[in-house]
């Protein structure tokens, strides 16, 4: 039998093209029930599931965030309502089977935030960080790294969040 090894120095073009700009930080876009559009660092996030409703164990008397605990990998973690913490007024639809949740993590610190869809992954430059004087509701201030324009509108923006400040928040007092 003869190896043709010649296909890998072969000097053709690569028909396969990088599309967009790998620049900047890898990040997953995703809406909350109101609409607004975030984005988090793709390297906090342990995990995107969908997960039935029934899983999630309510726990009385918690902050008004939080759907309850989760049973993730024999790990017992909080499942919070990610746009109802960040001021939004929509919360989540619990009136369905399953909702969709994203596990992130800041060393030992793990949670879940229910969201309603995860668009896709984007790289984020942070020269394209919009100006500062856009008007960010002041609950979600504390939260948000930068502001970005969402690629074929003038007028949707997407905010890139700060998971280590979301994690680490005094708003998560049970």
Same mark, same amino acid.
């Not at 093209?17 to 620049?23: F, L």
């Not at 990610?82 to 989540?92: A, N, P, T």
């Not at 790294?145 to 905010?159: F, H, I, M, P």
């Given at each position: 039998?003869?190896?043709?090894?010649?296909?890998?120095?072969?000097?053709?073009?690569?028909?396969? *093209?990088?599309?967009? =700009?790998? %620049?900047?930080? $890898?990040?997953?876009?995703?809406?909350?029930?109101?609409?607004?559009?975030?984005?988090?660092?793709?390297?906090?996030?342990?995990?995107?599931?969908?997960?039935?409703?029934?899983?999630?164990?309510?726990?009385?008397?918690?902050?008004?965030?939080?759907?309850?605990?989760?049973?993730?990998?024999?790990?017992?973690?909080?499942?919070?309502?990610?746009?109802?913490?960040?001021?939004?007024?929509?919360?989540?639809?619990?009136?369905? =089977? *399953?909702?969709?949740?994203?596990?992130?993590?800041?060393? %030992?610190?793990?949670?879940?935030?229910?969201?309603?869809?995860?668009?896709?992954? *984007?790289?984020?430059?942070?020269?394209?960080?919009?100006?500062? *004087?856009?008007?960010?509701?002041? %609950?979600?201030?504390?939260?948000?790294?930068?502001?970005?324009?969402?690629?074929?509108?003038?007028? $949707? %923006?997407?905010?890139?969040?700060?998971?280590?400040?979301?994690?680490? =928040?005094?708003?998560?007092?049970?």
């Amino acid at each position: 039998m003869v190896l043709n090894l010649d296909f890998l120095t072969d000097d053709t073009p690569n028909p396969v *093209e990088v599309v967009g =700009s790998r %620049e900047g930080e $890898l990040c997953l876009r995703f809406d909350v029930p109101s609409g607004n559009e975030f984005a988090i660092a793709a390297a906090g996030v342990r995990e995107v599931m969908s997960v039935y409703l029934d899983r999630i164990t309510p726990i009385p008397n918690a902050s008004p965030f939080f759907l309850g605990t989760y049973n993730w990998r024999g790990q017992v973690i909080w499942v919070a309502d990610l746009g109802q913490f960040l001021g939004d007024k929509v919360l989540v639809n619990t009136d369905i =089977s *399953e909702i969709s949740i994203l596990i992130v993590e800041d060393q %030992e610190l793990v949670m879940g935030f229910a969201i309603h869809t995860v668009a896709n992954t *984007e790289w984020l430059n942070v020269n394209q960080n919009l100006a500062a *004087e856009r008007e960010i509701p002041t %609950e979600m201030k504390p939260f948000i790294k930068g502001v970005y324009a969402v690629s074929g509108s003038d007028t $949707l %923006e997407l905010r890139l969040l700060d998971r280590v400040a979301v994690l680490r =928040s005094t708003h998560w007092t049970i």
